[in-house]
């Protein structure tokens, strides 16, 4: 089993910065991919980036591509999201997802494990 465990979350202001962590404790870090979700008050969990075992492939999203940065060390278990430029709209429970297995790493279906999320504020 593997468990996830969010961190870094909190109030910022817009065009200010914050850096998301995602500590993995089970199974070897490094067999499996990761992905990063957010989920805004009553809307669908949307898909952030992900991040192949290496880090050595990264995917982004369209409303955060050239903003956000998706890394992770596998000497420590943990995957990050640096996030800059930060925007209102960006507001939302963000998640972090391990083990995309078989499935496309951009639906939060395809994922084995997830953190309890944390959340992130953007105030204008």
């Known amino acids: 089993q593997v468990r996830l465990v969010e961190s870094g979350g909190g109030l910022v202001q817009a065009g200010g910065s914050l850096r998301l962590s995602c500590a993995a404790s089970?199974?070897?870090?490094?067999?499996?991919?990761m992905g990063w979700f957010r989920q805004a008050p009553g809307q669908e969990r949307e898909f952030v980036a992900a991040?192949?075992?290496?880090?050595?492939?990264?995917y982004y999203s369209d409303s955060v591509k050239g903003r956000f940065t998706i890394s992770r060390d596998n000497a420590k278990n943990t995957m990050y999201l640096q996030m800059k430029s930060l925007k209102p709209e960006d507001t939302a429970v963000y998640y972090c997802?391990?083990?995309?297995?078989?499935?496309?790493?951009?639906?939060?279906?395809?994922?084995?494990?997830w953190g309890q999320g944390t959340q992130v504020t953007v105030s204008s």
């Open positions: 991040i192949n075992w290496s880090g050595g492939y990264t």
């Open positions: 089970g199974r070897t870090f490094s067999s499996y991919a």
């Open positions: 997802a391990g083990d995309p297995r078989s499935g496309s790493y951009r639906l939060p279906d395809s994922y084995a494990y």
